[in-house]
T-cell receptor, first 114, second 114 residues
Framework: AQSVSQHNHHVILSEAASLELGCNYS??????LFWYVQYPGQHLQLLLK??????LVKGIKGFEAEFIKSKFSFNLRKPSVQWSDTAEYFC????????????FGAGTRLAVHP | EAQVTQNPRYLITVTGKKLTVTCSQN?????MSWYRQDPGLGLRQIYY???????DKGDVPEGYKVSRKEKRNFPLILESPSPNQTSLYFC?????????????FGPGTRLTVT
């Protein structure tokens, strides 16, 4: 069955540290890839998405992600985190065909300490 | 403003008392979906609808019903809620015309069944 794996369930960083959150998916076909963020008490917001073209995607708030097709990965990065980045981050994949189902990873909870 | 709205935002109810969570979108999207979010499990799809009068089960449909009589509305019905349906529920709609399959999420409904 298709799945999305996020390697880290909880990450704790100090402000200005660099961030990389891992995401791998298991599906051999064409995919669209997303990172969503959920700030405490809020709904999901789209950080960035990969549809086609340049595998290095830049999103809002200084985030970026790189699609590496050979590794089935779409890791999220930020060079220098801020306290306001404290949130839960979800990787999601849309599988082509059928009704283009969106499959979410379990999420990574990030806490940034001042 | 383009948005997905849900009501109520918070609900505490008792086992067996039927309830409906409403969802409405103003973006003329054909595709709508319901998810539940549970700690460590990410978001799991309950039901989805490709268009008016077209609905289908997602990954965790047991105990839920939906209807899609109008394009903008997609209510979630719990005929006889049970404590294992205590969760955070999100409605989403999707713009299929862009072929990126980006989903837009509502603010969430936190349901507690005692």
């Amino acid at each position: 069955a298709q799945s999305v794996s996020q390697h880290n369930h909880h990450v704790i960083l100090s402000e200005a540290a660099s961030l990389e959150l891992g995401c791998n998916y298991s599906y051999g076909g064409t995919v669209n890839l997303f990172w969503y963020v959920q700030y405490p008490g809020q709904h999901l917001q789209l950080l960035l998405k990969y549809f086609s073209g340049d595998p290095l995607v830049k999103g809002i708030k200084g985030f970026e992600a790189e699609f590496i097709k050979s590794k089935f990965s779409f890791n999220l990065r930020k060079p220098s985190v801020q306290w306001s980045d404290t949130a839960e981050y979800f990787c999601a994949v849309t599988l082509s065909g059928g009704y283009n189902k969106l499959i979410f990873g379990a999420g990574t909870r990030l806490a940034v300490h001042p | 403003e383009a948005q997905v709205t849900q009501n109520p935002r918070y609900l505490i109810t008792v086992t067996g008392k039927k309830l409906t969570v409403t969802c409405s979108q103003n973006m003329n999207h054909e595709y709508m979906s319901w998810y539940r979010q549970d700690p460590g499990l990410g978001l799991r799809q309950i039901y989805y609808s490709m268009n008016v009068e077209v609905t289908d089960k997602g990954d965790v449909p047991e105990g839920y019903k939906v209807s899609r009589k109008e394009k903008r509305n997609f209510p979630l019905i719990l005929e006889s809620p049970s404590p294992n349906q205590t969760s955070l529920y999100f409605c989403a709609s999707r713009d299929d015309k862009t072929e990126t399959y980006e989903q837009y999420f509502g603010p969430g409904t936190r349901l507690t069944v005692t």
